[in-house]
Nanobody
Framework: VHLEESGGGLVQTGDSLRLSCIGSRGTFANYYMAWFRQAPGKEREFVATISWKGTAKDYSDSVKGRFTISRDNTENTVWLQMTNLKPEDTAVYYC???????????????????WGQGTQVTVSS
């Protein structure tokens, strides 16, 4: 599957933003999807995951309650709705997909085969 993110931008603290990731060249419903992010000089960080049919979701503690992951397999799209953004949310956000994945590995970026090119989110204070 080919993944392409969009929706990043420059916002202020407290603002909201919705990222989109569209999949092509594959059956989107066959992929467990996730969002990761990487800030300058930092390691890549898990943000959120969503299961194949969207019935199971998982969030990092740093975004729980502020971010919502969702998907629509008929539109081959996964979204990350981000609210109450903070400067520490500034990063390049990547969507990732994996067909078969262990429940214990869903937060591990190394277990995902397919990645988008990333979209920059910058939150000013």
């Amino acid at each position: 599957v080919h993944l392409e993110e969009s929706g990043g931008g420059l916002v202020q603290t407290g603002d909201s933003l919705r990222l989109s990731c569209i999949g092509s060249r594959g059956t989107f419903a066959n992929y467990y999807m996730a969002w990761f992010r990487q800030a300058p000089g930092k390691e890549r960080e898990f943000v959120a995951t969503i299961s194949w049919k969207g019935t199971a979701k998982d969030y990092s503690d740093s975004v729980k309650g502020r971010f919502t992951i969702s998907r629509d397999n008929t539109e081959n799209t996964v979204w990350l709705q981000m609210t109450n953004l903070k400067p520490e949310d500034t990063a390049v956000y990547y969507c990732a997909g994996q067909g078969s994945i262990s429940p214990t590995a869903i937060r591990d970026g190394e277990k995902y085969t397919y990645w988008g090119q990333g979209t920059q989110v910058t939150v000013s204070s």
